[in-house]
Each structure stands twice: as C-alpha cells, then as structure tokens.
C-alpha cells in the first residue's frame, strides 16, 4: 500500500473557515502545522521540507497533480533542514521553488484532509487516501464523493497546472 490518492480543490476564504470549522467538530485534528518546503530543479518530484515536527526528504513518482503516485518520505531531526538544503545543493540541485504553508491535518471518514493557506498561492483542501494499485480507482471515486459532500467543487487539473506555472514564475516576489 503504497499508492497516494489525492484530490484538491482551491477555496475561498469563507470556505477555508467553514471547513476548518467542520473538520474540528466532525474530525479529529492529527496535527496544526507550519511548512516549509523547497523544490530542487530536477526531471523528478524532489522536496526538502522542515515543518513543526521533523525535516523531511520527499520524493514522488509521477507528475505533479496526479491524482495517484508512489511517494517516498525520509525524515530527520527538524535541525537537520539547513544540512539537507546543503547536501541538495552541494550535489548540484537548484531550489526551483520555495513554499510556506499553514497546514491544518484531520482524519475524517477514513481519510486524510488537509486544510492548507499557502503564502502566495491560496487556500486549498485535499483529500487523501493511501492504497494498493489495484484500488486507487475506487479511492479516487470514494474522494470524489466526500469532497461532494462538502459543498466543494473540484478544482480541474488543467487550473492547478496554470496557478502552479504562475507560482513558480514570481514566488520570490509572492512570499516576501
């Protein structure tokens, strides 16, 4: 079980306090987090991040906004974030992006729900399931469903794929 389903949508402000509303009464809050994550320039989907917990090296299979991917997590003592960036960066690798996240985590239904305010780059929801190959199909409908179910409309792939080409043109400039 190795396979990441995920679905998200963009939401608006009023959305975003709704459903934190809702997460916290009909979920369980696994955690309130603050990110920090950098893209490094490279064919594959490589990610350093330090959150409020640990540091992180982030490695998914597959493009950006699939729906499903294998991902693979090391995770470090959160202090060891500068000597990550130092490591990526002395074996060549740029930093293609920076994001910072505010990042609230239920469990809810079976599921995983984030409910995100990325600077620059708006407020999101996602929902995730982790699954075997053979199941993602019907995880990827059963997500669809619950994301239905609380009155938000599925952002289409093709708007994450132009906000995330205008984010990663100026986010100098859109997290300072």
Known sequence: MNIEVEIRSFISKEEYDRLLVFFREEGELVKDDYQVTYYFD??????????????????????????????????????????LERLFLSLGYGIEIKWLRKRFK????????????????????????VCSDEEKEDVLKGLKEKLARL?????????????????KKNWRELIE
């Open 42 to 83: 490279c064919e594959e989907d490589l990610r350093i991040q330090r959150n409020n917990f640990y540091s992180k090296i982030w490695f998914k299979k597959g493009k950006i906004h699939d729906e499903h991917r294998e991902e693979i997590e090391i995770k470090f003592d959160r202090d060891e974030f500068e000597k």
């Open 151 to 167: 009155g938000v409309s599925l952002t289409p792939k093709e708007v994450f794929e132009r906000r995330f080409l205008a984010y």
């Open 106 to 129: 239920f469990s809810w239904e079976g599921i995983v729900v984030c409910v995100d305010d990325t600077k620059g780059y708006g407020r999101i929801i996602e929902l995730e399931q």
